[in-house]
C-alpha cells in the first residue's frame, strides 16, 4: 500500500461520508468522523455488495457509490442506536 492509494481511500471516504451525511439526517461527527465513517462504509459496503453479488460496475465511481451505501447504513445503525 502506497502513500497515492492511502490518499485515494481518505478522498473517496471524505466523500461518501459527507453524501451519507446529508442523506442521512441528524448525525454529526465531525471532519474525521465523516471521513472515518466513510472508509469504514466503503468497506462495509464492498463486502456487502460482495455477499449480495451485486455487481455495479468498476472504477472510482463504483466504489464511491458502494461506500455512500456502506456509509449510509452505518450511520443509520448509529441513529438507532443513540435514539435508545
Known sequence: MDLGSIVTWIV????????????????????????????????????????LKIHIGTGILAEIIAAIVGAAILLLALRFLRRR
Do not use: S
Not at 21 to 33: A, Q, S, T
Open 12 to 51: 473517496i471516504g471524505g466523500i461518501a461520508g459527507m453524501v451519507a451525511e446529508f442523506l442521512v439526517k441528524g448525525i454529526k461527527l465531525g471532519l474525521v468522523g465523516t471521513i472515518v465513517v466513510g472508509i469504514l462504509g466503503g468497506l462495509f459496503g464492498g463486502w456487502l455488495f460482495g455477499v
